[in-house]
């Protein structure tokens, strides 16, 4: 915020043109709605990110996701797209430059279908999708609850002034109806809304009077 982002005009493999953003994936989803386009997309999707969105804590923390809940925000419905590489080291390679990308052709395909089914049939409802690839391919796909926490193990890495942020997937069992326990064996479909207010919670909080004694 506050400072200039740059953008570039491309052309996609098919001939489409483009605009690329050197910023966030909100950046992008900013610039395209509040600037360059001349009525609301039907749609956004942000991603493909190598490495998978498992849990509310690593959606919530994701620049991926961040995408989808601006997108939301201006009620224009998002999905955001996650692949889990078979290599960790995967998830890594835009800051450090090294390493082969892998091979992410069938997530493609199967991610142009589900596009199609919701751009005729919408979110059911929801705000945006979080959808998550697995390694191997599989046309299956399980429609699934967010595991608020335990997919990830997080843990620092400290230099002399820095410190560098890894999350390492665990193997870790869970209910079977969750993206943290499909992820190796489908494609999951989470469903998500943007509200994050406690209703019941608010509903005993209007009732206090705050600084009226205990």
Known sequence: MGKPVKFYKRTLQDGSPAIAVDGTPVDAVRFAVLDD?????????????IGEQISAIATFVSGTAGAAYYAASKGIPALVVGYKPCNEDAKYMEHSGTGEWEDISYVSKTLSKIVGWVLKKGLMGADFWNINFPTKPTDK????KMVDAGYYV?????KKD????????????????????WINKA???????MNFTNETCLKKLEKVKFGEGD
Not at 162 to 181: E, G
């Open 141 to 144: 796909i399980k429609v699934v």
């Open 162 to 181: 820095s410190f560098i942020n890894f999350s390492i997937p665990t193997n870790a069992s869970h209910k079977t109806d969750t993206d943290m326990h």
């Open 37 to 49: 386009l001349d009525k609301k997309p039907d749609l956004v999707i942000s991603g493909i990110n």
């Open 154 to 158: 997080d843990t620092i890495k400290r």
């Open 187 to 193: 494609i999951t479909i989470t469903p998500c809304k």
